[in-house]
């Protein structure tokens, strides 16, 4: 039961987050919001790369990097994900002609998930990272295909929900550990 709470409170609070960042990004970075009048799911080849990337980013940014850091830097898992996430905000770097903003506001997107996937793994001195880093995967696939169809107000309303069942889900795996 416990891994299917931390799978739930990841995924349900990372989502949430990553769409509260989408619909305030345009205004923090003037970057035109994206149009989801003209995007036809069925047709448009971009969202099944996103579906792809979404798992691969995750698994190289949240597992792999942070995991060699902590085993060649000597650190633990939150400074080596913050380096990880540096790294991931500058790989953006060139799709967005080295804007510092974008890069900085893509960091800052990858800080807050290994934040939410640490939050749900730690269980006393071990980390686990089972559910959560599941939970965060499926999240960012999901993330990357509704931002081509939703507007901000349905992204808004469904943030505001998917935040509050992942703090449900903190809630239920906090009587765990009493």
């Given at each position: 039961?416990?891994?299917?709470?931390?799978?739930?409170?990841?995924?349900?609070?990372?989502?949430?987050?990553?769409?509260?960042?989408?619909?305030?990004?345009?205004?923090?970075?003037?970057?035109?919001?994206?149009?989801?009048?003209?995007?036809?799911?069925?047709?448009?080849?971009?969202?099944?790369?996103?579906?792809?990337?979404?798992?691969?980013?995750?698994?190289?940014?949240?597992?792999?990097?942070?995991?060699?850091?902590?085993?060649?830097?000597?650190?633990g898992f939150l400074p080596a994900s913050i380096i990880s996430?540096?790294?991931?905000?500058?790989?953006?770097?060139?799709?967005?002609?080295?804007?510092?903003?974008?890069?900085?506001?893509?960091?800052?997107?990858?800080?807050?998930?290994?934040?939410?996937?640490?939050?749900?793994?730690?269980?006393?001195?071990?980390?686990?990272?089972?559910?959560?880093?599941?939970?965060?995967?499926?999240?960012?696939?999901?993330?990357?295909?509704?931002?081509?169809?939703?507007?901000?107000?349905?992204?808004?309303?469904?943030?505001?929900?998917?935040?509050?069942?992942?703090?449900?889900?903190?809630?239920?795996?906090?009587?765990?550990?009493?």
């Amino acid at each position: 039961m416990r891994y299917w709470t931390r799978f739930a409170g990841t995924f349900f609070t990372v989502l949430g987050a990553l769409l509260l960042l989408n619909i305030t990004a345009p205004a923090v970075l003037s970057v035109p919001p994206d149009n989801a009048e003209s995007f036809n799911l069925f047709v448009d080849p971009v969202w099944y790369f996103n579906l792809l990337v979404g798992p691969g980013e995750e698994l190289m940014f949240r597992l792999v990097l942070p995991l060699g850091f902590m085993r060649i830097l000597g650190v633990g898992f939150l400074p080596a994900s913050i380096i990880s996430n540096v790294i991931f905000g500058l790989l953006h770097g060139p799709r967005s002609n080295w804007d510092a903003g974008v890069m900085g506001f893509t960091a800052s997107a990858g800080v807050i998930i290994s934040l939410t996937v640490y939050f749900f793994s730690k269980q006393g001195e071990i980390l686990d990272l089972r559910g959560s880093l599941l939970g965060a995967t499926l999240a960012h696939a999901l993330y990357d295909l509704l931002i081509f169809v939703l507007t901000d107000d349905a992204k808004i309303i469904l943030a505001i929900t998917f935040l509050a069942l992942g703090f449900m889900s903190w809630r239920r795996l906090r009587f765990y550990h009493a």
